[in-house]
Nanobody, 115 residues
Framework: MCSCRASGGGLVQPGGSLRLSCGASGSIFSDNVMGWYRQAPGKQRELVATITSGGAPKYADSVKGRFTISRDNAKNTVYLQMDSLKPEDTADYYC?????????WGKGTLVTVSS
């Protein structure tokens, strides 16, 4: 059983930056994928970025060049550096841990991009 806890959301102006963090705890396998997803009001949850335990990232087209995902395997923590934020990035951001035997969602952290 695992759990994830995300933090770092908040209110930021367009063009600004935020850094999200998500720590996982419990029975975590060394081979896993951690990722970020987001859900805007009235829309479906969508992939933002994922990263394997080996460090291979994958991004949604909408965030390429603006967001950077990274992780610290020793801390079982994944980060999302978000730069050049746009109003359309406003959403609840969720982290997810995927490993053999199951996937685990953390509670969302709200990111609001507004002037």
């Amino acid at each position: 059983m695992c759990s994830c806890r995300a933090s770092g959301g908040g209110l930021v102006q367009p063009g600004g930056s935020l850094r999200l963090s998500c720590g996982a705890s419990g029975s975590i396998f060394s081979d896993n994928v951690m990722g970020w997803y987001r859900q805007a009001p009235g829309k479906q949850r969508e992939l933002v970025a994922t990263i394997t335990s080996g460090g291979a990232p994958k991004y949604a087209d909408s965030v390429k060049g603006r967001f950077t995902i990274s992780r610290d395997n020793a801390k079982n923590t994944v980060y999302l550096q978000m730069d050049s934020l746009k109003p359309e990035d406003t959403a609840d951001y969720y982290c997810k841990l995927i490993q053999a035997g199951g996937s685990y969602w953390g509670k969302g952290t709200l990111v609001t991009v507004s002037s």
